[in-house]
T-cell receptor, first 113, second 117 residues
Framework: NAGVTQTPKFRILKIGQSMTLQCAQDMNHNYMYWYRQDPGMGLKLIYYSVGAGITDKGEVPNGYNVSRSTTEDFPLRLELAAPSQTSVYFC????????????FGQGTRLTVV | AQSVTQLDSHVSVSEGTPVLLRCNYSSSYSPSLFWYVQHPNKGLQLLLKYTSAATLVKGINGFEAEFKKSETSFHLTKPSAHMSDAAEYFCVVSEQSWTGGYNKLIFGAGTRLAVHP
C-alpha cells in the first residue's frame, strides 16, 4: 500500500521556469491538499480539493495552480518560479468525514535560484 | 479564529528521561486535535489524535497526550525518551470548514526534540 506518493523528491528551478509537482494517492480519499513548509512556520495550505473536478484556494495560493481530474491525482503547478517559492511541499489526503486525520507524502524540496 | 501555539521551539532531553512537548489551542468549536511527527527529510506521520472520546489519548511509540479543555491544552508526553524520538513534532487542530466542506488543519510552528545519550 503506497499511500501518498510525491514526485520529484528534489528539484532546483531557475527564476521564471515552470514545473509541476506530482501527487498520487491510492486510498480512494476524497480530500486532497497541498501544503508548503517554511522553516519555523509550520505548514501552510496552498490549495485543496474535496473531489474530482473541485478545487479551491487555501491560505497561500498566489503563484500556484492545481487541477483534479481523477480521485487519485492532484498535481500542483508553478508557472513562473520565484525565490519566495523555495520551500518543502507536502501533498496530503484524507477520507471524507468530520475531523479525519490526513496522510502525508514524503515531500518535495524545491529551490528556486 | 482557530490557532495553535507550541510553547517551545526546541526541547532537549537525555535518553531515558521524560519528554514534555507543550501545545495550546484556540477553537470556537469542539475540535479534533492531532500530534504529528516528522523525522529528518521525511513526511509527517500521525502519532495520535483526540476526537472527543477519552481525554487521555495513547499513540504510537509510547507517546500519549491529555486533552484539558479548561486549559485549552493538548500536551504530548513520553515517560522515557529514546534516541529515535529525535524529530520535529507538530500539534494540529482540525475543524470541518462548513463553507468549504474540507477538514481545515491548523498547524503549530513545530517543536524540535533533541535526545542526547
Amino acid at each position: 500500500n503506497a499511500g501518498v506518493t510525491q514526485t520529484p523528491k528534489f528539484r532546483i528551478l531557475k527564476i521564471g521556469q515552470s514545473m509541476t509537482l506530482q501527487c498520487a494517492q491510492d486510498m480512494n480519499h476524497n480530500y486532497m491538499y497541498w501544503y508548503r513548509q517554511d522553516p519555523g512556520m509550520g505548514l501552510k495550505l496552498i490549495y485543496y480539493s474535496v473531489g474530482a473536478g473541485i478545487t479551491d484556494k487555501g491560505e497561500v495560493p498566489n503563484g500556484y495552480n492545481v487541477s483534479r481530474s481523477t480521485t487519485e491525482d492532484f498535481p500542483l503547478r508553478l508557472e513562473l518560479a520565484a525565490p519566495s517559492q523555495t520551500s518543502v511541499y507536502f501533498c496530503a489526503s484524507s477520507p471524507q468525514g468530520r475531523n479525519t486525520e490526513a496522510f502525508f507524502g514524503q515531500g518535495t524540496r524545491l529551490t528556486v535560484v | 479564529a482557530q490557532s495553535v501555539t507550541q510553547l517551545d521551539s526546541h526541547v532537549s532531553v537525555s535518553e531515558g528521561t521524560p519528554v514534555l512537548l507543550r501545545c495550546n489551542y484556540s477553537s470556537s468549536y469542539s475540535p479534533s486535535l492531532f500530534w504529528y511527527v516528522q523525522h529528518p527529510n521525511k513526511g509527517l506521520q500521525l502519532l495520535l489524535k483526540y476526537t472527543s472520546a477519552a481525554t487521555l489519548v495513547k499513540g504510537i511509540n509510547g507517546f500519549e497526550a491529555e486533552f484539558k479543555k479548561s486549559e485549552t491544552s493538548f500536551h504530548l508526553t513520553k515517560p522515557s525518551a529514546h534516541m529515535s524520538d529525535a524529530a520535529e513534532y507538530f500539534c494540529v487542530v482540525s475543524e470541518q470548514s462548513w463553507t468549504g466542506g474540507y477538514n481545515k488543519l491548523i498547524f503549530g510552528a513545530g517543536t524540535r526534540l533533541a535526545v542526547h545519550p
